[in-house]
Nanobody, 124 residues
Framework: QVQLVESGGGLVQAGGSLRLSCAAS????????MGWFRQAPGKEREFVAA????????LYADSVKGRFTISRNNAKNPVYLQMNSLKPEDTAVYYC?????????????????WGQGTQVTVSS
């Protein structure tokens, strides 16, 4: 089993930055693909970014491309999400997820483990 715990969320003004982290316990996720998703109130969970186990492949949602950067450090926390130029529409609960295939994947159904989420609120 893998347990994922997100941190780094909070309240920030529009144009500001936050860095989310995802810590793993239980089995190692060094060979897992990792993803970030978000869910705003009344909306479905949506893909934000993903990274392969090597870090050599990354994917981004069009809405965050150029503003968000996903990275990983397999020696410590498995994945980070650097969020710059935040907008009010980025407000959501952000979830970290792990995929045993090791690939960078968009669909939530491909992910095997999920964290509990961390709230990000961007004020205008």
């Amino acid at each position: 089993q893998v347990q994922l715990v997100e941190s780094g969320g909070g309240l920030v003004q529009a144009g500001g930055s936050l860095r989310l982290s995802c810590a793993a316990s239980g089995r190692t996720v060094g060979t897992y693909g990792m993803g970030w998703f978000r869910q705003a109130p009344g909306k479905e969970r949506e893909f934000v970014a993903a990274i392969s186990w090597t870090g050599g492949s990354t994917l981004y949602a069009d809405s965050v491309k150029g503003r968000f950067t996903i990275s990983r450090n397999n020696a410590k926390n498995p994945v980070y999400l650097q969020m710059n130029s935040l907008k009010p529409e980025d407000t959501a609960v952000y979830y970290c997820a792990a995929d045993r295939s090791g690939q960078a994947m968009r669909p939530p159904a491909f992910y095997d483990y999920w964290g509990q989420g961390t709230q990000v609120t961007v004020s205008s």
